[in-house]
């Protein structure tokens, strides 16, 4: 029975090798489906268009107020709205713009301030401008809402 078991032993080396190898066809079919659903995926969300929340109307508006407006194209106009209306001014920088803007707070300081950013203004010149006015102690800054 020895005889027989180290023929057939001998036999199966001699005839076939093993394969160590990966099937590699299934993870390749995983990742093209995988592929396929991210390059799907951003088609439908466009990151562009932003759904921005709507505010309620204040319950009374100021009467008075300094109102900072910001334009798409970069330029800053400042003024006084309400009953002591002021033209607004078109300030060439943000620096010109905080230094009037200090100069009203001073002149009318218990006027709230109000920034109206356009919907294709920098998101980041709105807030820079926010922080400005909180830096130069005016506590009622808000934003203008449609």
């Avoid at 160590?20 to 592929?35: A, F, Q």
């Avoid at 009953?83 to 803007?101: C, F, G, H, I, Y």
């Avoid at 830096?135 to 808000?142: E, L, T």
């Amino acid at each position: 029975m020895a005889s027989s078991f180290s023929s057939s032993m001998r036999g199966s080396r001699g005839g076939r090798k093993l394969k160590s190898e990966i099937n590699v066809v299934p993870y390749i079919d995983v990742m093209l489906c995988l592929l396929i659903i991210f390059m799907v995926m951003p088609t439908s969300n466009n990151p562009q268009s932003i759904d921005l929340p709507h505010a309620e109307k204040a319950s009374r508006p100021p009467d008075a107020y300094i109102q900072v407006q910001v334009k798409p194209n970069g330029s800053l106009m400042i003024g006084i709205a309400g009953k002591s209306a002021e033209a607004p001014e078109t300030e060439p920088n943000r620096d010109a713009l905080v230094r009037k803007l200090r100069t009203l707070h001073e002149k009318y300081p218990e006027y709230p301030v109000l920034i109206a950013g356009d919907k294709e203004s920098k998101y980041d010149d709105v807030i820079q401008l926010i922080s400005e006015a909180k830096k130069m102690g005016i506590n009622r800054v808000g934003l203008a809402t449609k």
